[in-house]
Every structure is written in structure tokens, then in C-alpha cells.
């Protein structure tokens, strides 16, 4: 069996979101600084503030997505794998994407988390 995750009791009720959610927490923990918080809601990566949160959307409306990454960034992004893109305060960029298979955890999205908690890290707005 494989050894558990940190927050991936969260998404126990479905193999593939659990599959999916150690594919993109596995780079995540351990690392310097790195906090796993679950709550309720979601499981958040912290790193003095939060800088990427996952969930499950099917918690909320009739969904077939196992997993949802959102991430925290000081500028907005543009890709065509952004599900949706909000403005929550003026220095922060929320940028939601549908994880469906392991797969979808590849190195842009990595990029784009690891420069989410570079960013966490760094004192400065947000």
C-alpha cells in the first residue's frame, strides 16, 4: 500500500481524486516551510499564507471533476487550462483549474504552484 499523504483523508471517498491530489501534493509536502491544512472545504499549502488549495466540486453541485487546484498568485495568468479566473483582493489572482486524471499534474501546472509558493514566501501584499 502506498504510504498516505498528508490531506488525502479529504478525498478518501474517491480513489481517482485521492490518485489525483497525491500526483500534486506528493512535490508539495515536505518541502521547506510547507503546511497542509484540511478544513471542511478544501486542503490548503501554506508557506506563511496559502498558495494553492484543492478540492472536490462534486461537495457542491453535480460534478464529475475529482479534484479542482486553485492557486494564489500576486498577477493574473492566461491559459485556455484555466477553468475560471477571480480577483478575490487587489493583490491576489485566484486561478481554478479541473483536475481529471493524474496526468493533468504535469510540469506547467507544477510551474505555475511553484511559483505560487515562491511567491507565499516572499513578504509583500497578499
Not at 53 to 79: C, F, K, M, T
Not at 113 to 123: F, G, L, T, V
Amino acid at each position: 500500500m502506498t504510504q498516505p499523504i498528508a490531506g488525502e483523508e479529504f478525498f478518501a471517498s474517491d480513489e481517482k481524486a485521492v490518485s489525483i491530489y497525491r500526483a500534486l501534493a506528493r512535490p508539495l509536502v515536505g518541502r521547506d516551510g510547507v503546511e497542509v491544512v484540511v478544513s471542511k472545504s478544501q486542503v490548503a499549502f501554506r508557506a506563511g499564507r496559502g498558495f494553492a488549495y484543492a478540492w472536490a466540486p462534486g461537495q457542491y453541485v453535480n460534478s464529475d471533476v475529482p479534484v479542482v487546484v486553485s492557486i494564489a498568485l500576486r498577477e493574473e495568468l492566461h491559459s485556455s487550462r484555466f477553468k475560471a479566473v477571480a480577483h478575490p483582493s487587489p493583490s491576489t489572482w485566484m486561478h481554478h483549474l479541473e483536475l481529471r486524471l493524474v496526468q493533468d499534474v504535469d510540469r506547467e501546472l507544477l510551474d505555475w504552484i511553484d511559483r505560487a509558493y515562491e511567491e507565499a514566501r516572499r513578504p509583500g501584499p497578499g
